[in-house]
């Protein structure tokens, strides 16, 4: 913010139109605090451009990340949108101001599913299992390095009756970074079966490459 007023005068000084505010808060889900701050700080730029005697500015961009998927409600859009619309009512009740999203991972986030299938695994002397996935972080778990949990189901439904053992998840690559989850507990599987991640939508093609030769999955519509 000890920038916005220089910033200002800089397009004063040039003949610019500043058409307005953008922010986005993160993509990790929406967190009611980062949007007041945002959203007040949007306000005294506003503010600030009417006391440089500027164009008043009539678009406010409060970014994306709304997810309904978490299970820390508190940051699902579903709980924090009512509030975010009071904020906004509150510092931009004008209608001059056009106010926008980007809802790519409200739209996307559950449509898309990445099954993956088990190629190899050892049993250590603890009990524990590793499992090898025909597709690891470079193949559509890249998320895991942004700090984002991942799960794993059976495909098969029947598979989580069996016993379970504290069990480790790896991708094909030969990278020590190459892992999906670690020591959580898990039904017993085959090699040859095949696990599914949900909600697969947002943030795992689009960072995906074909590292160590591997190729990317392969993608099917079902409509």
């Given at each position: 913010?000890?920038?916005?007023?220089?910033?200002?005068?800089?397009?004063?000084?040039?003949?610019?139109?500043?058409?307005?505010?953008?922010?986005?808060?993160?993509?990790?889900?929406?967190?009611?605090?980062?949007?007041?701050?945002?959203?007040?700080?949007?306000?005294?730029?506003?503010?600030?451009?009417?006391?440089?005697?500027?164009?008043?500015?009539?678009?406010?961009?409060?970014?994306?990340?709304?997810?309904?998927?978490?299970?820390?409600?508190?940051?699902?859009?579903?709980?924090?949108?009512?509030?975010?619309?009071?904020?906004?009512?509150?510092?931009?009740?004008?209608?001059?101001?056009?106010?926008?999203?980007?809802?790519?991972?409200?739209?996307?986030?559950?449509?898309?599913?990445?099954?993956?299938?088990?190629?190899?695994?050892?049993?250590?002397?603890?009990?524990?299992?590793?499992?090898?996935?025909?597709?690891?972080?470079?193949?559509?778990?890249?998320?895991?390095?942004?700090?984002?949990?991942?799960?794993?189901?059976?495909?098969?439904?029947?598979?989580?009756?069996?016993?379970?053992?504290?069990?480790?998840?790896?991708?094909?690559?030969?990278?020590?970074?190459?892992?999906?989850?670690?020591?959580k507990a898990h039904p017993e599987?085959?090699?040859?079966?095949?696990?599914?991640?949900?909600?697969?939508?947002?943030?795992?093609?689009?960072?995906?490459?074909?590292?160590?030769?591997?190729?990317?999955?392969?993608?099917?519509?079902?409509?």
């Amino acid at each position: 913010m000890e920038d916005v007023v220089s910033l200002l005068q800089c397009a004063q000084s040039l003949s610019l139109r500043v058409k307005g505010v953008a922010f986005h808060t993160g993509s990790g889900g929406v967190q009611y605090a980062s949007y007041e701050s945002s959203i007040v700080n949007a306000r005294k730029i506003f503010d600030m451009a009417l006391e440089l005697e500027m164009q008043p500015m009539d678009l406010l961009d409060i970014g994306g990340g709304f997810t309904l998927i978490l299970p820390n409600s508190s940051k699902n859009f579903d709980e924090v949108a009512p509030r975010i619309n009071t904020l906004l009512e509150t510092h931009f009740p004008e209608d001059s101001v056009q106010i926008i999203a980007e809802p790519g991972r409200y739209i996307c986030e559950s449509v898309v599913y990445l099954a993956s299938c088990i190629i190899g695994q050892k049993t250590l002397e603890s009990g524990n299992k590793h499992y090898y996935l025909n597709n690891g972080i470079y193949q559509g778990y890249m998320v895991r390095m942004f700090g984002e949990d991942m799960e794993i189901e059976p495909l098969d439904p029947s598979i989580s009756s069996r016993p379970c053992r504290n069990s480790t998840w790896w991708g094909q690559t030969c990278d020590s970074c190459d892992w999906v989850i670690k020591n959580k507990a898990h039904p017993e599987y085959e090699t040859g079966e095949w696990v599914l991640t949900c909600n697969h939508g947002a943030y795992h093609k689009d960072l995906s490459c074909t590292f160590n030769g591997f190729e990317l999955p392969s993608v099917f519509y079902i409509f």
